[in-house]
């Protein structure tokens, strides 16, 4: 079983930086693909980026020369680096981990079978 715990959101202004962080309670940290996901009312959960277990990394057009995503296996973390904020950011973002997911499913959320309670990033305008 696999417990995420994601901080790090807040209400910032356009072009600002968060860092969100994904702690994981998990038996064998290094073993796991991670992911983002973050959802806006009214809209469809989207894909975000993600991290397997070898480091290799995967964005989304819309965040991929904004948004870093990196592991640190010795404190079972993981973090979203955001920068340059927009509006369209907003949303709650998710943390999620799965440790059978295939490259070819990565990017759905259907695929990862443990998920944290989320973050709110609110970009004012």
């Known amino acids: 079983q696999v417990q995420l715990v994601e901080s790090g959101g807040g209400l910032v202004p356009p072009g600002d930086s968060l860092r969100l962080s994904c702690a994981a309670s998990?038996?064998?940290?290094?073993?796991?693909?991670f992911a983002w996901f973050r959802q806006a009312p009214g809209k469809e959960r989207q894909f975000v980026a993600a991290i397997r277990y070898n480091g290799h990394t995967y964005y989304s057009d819309s965040v991929k020369d904004r948004f870093t995503i990196s592991r640190d296996n010795a404190k079972s973390t993981v973090y979203l680096q955001m920068n340059n904020l927009k509006g369209d950011d907003t949303a709650t973002y998710y943390c999620?981990?799965?440790?059978?997911?295939?490259?070819?499913?990565?990017?759905?959320?259907?695929?990862?079978?443990?998920w944290g309670q989320g973050t709110q990033v609110t970009v004012s305008s």
């Open positions: 998990v038996d064998s940290f290094r073993r796991y693909t």
């Open positions: 999620a981990a799965d440790a059978g997911v295939i490259l070819s499913s990565i990017r759905g959320h259907a695929n990862y079978d443990y």
